[in-house]
């Protein structure tokens, strides 16, 4: 963890570069840094996954609209401040990145940032960590 989904209309697919759009937002994701100056996430639990909609309906249906629904989920113990940073860094550049498509037509952008205060279960196993933690 943390992972960054994105849910987007599938016109998004042909109009954005959403594989580039990904790169960016796990490369800001590795920027982050709490007050010490610490990584905020590991790199080798970093992962942005995105997923055009099989199925939508956006608004009134009348008109040519798009949407992009960013999820982060991380583990908790994190400070609200450092959710805030992190949620404007992401907001930031997927505005920065779909921008001549917001001048085109209208498309709603939301970030959300969740934490799990109830595991229940967490297993993890990666030969990916390793090289990271060297």
Known sequence: MPHLVLLYT????????IP?????????MLEQRDAEGKAVFPTGGTRVLAYPAAHC?????????????????MATGRS?????????????VLKAR??????????GITVQIDH????????KHSTLHPLFNR
């Open 57 to 73: 309906a956006v608004a009134d249906g009348k008109g040519e609209y798009g949407f992009l629904y960013a999820n982060l989920r």
């Open 80 to 92: 609200a401040e450092v959710h805030k940073t992190v949620g404007d860094s992401l907001l930031a």
């Open 10 to 17: 599938p016109d998004l697919e042909t109009d954005a570069d």
């Open 20 to 28: 580039g759009l990904c790169r960016a937002l796990a490369d800001t």
């Open 98 to 107: 779909l921008d001549p498509l917001l001048q085109q037509r209208p498309i």
């Open 116 to 123: 799990s205060t109830a595991q229940v279960y967490d297993a």
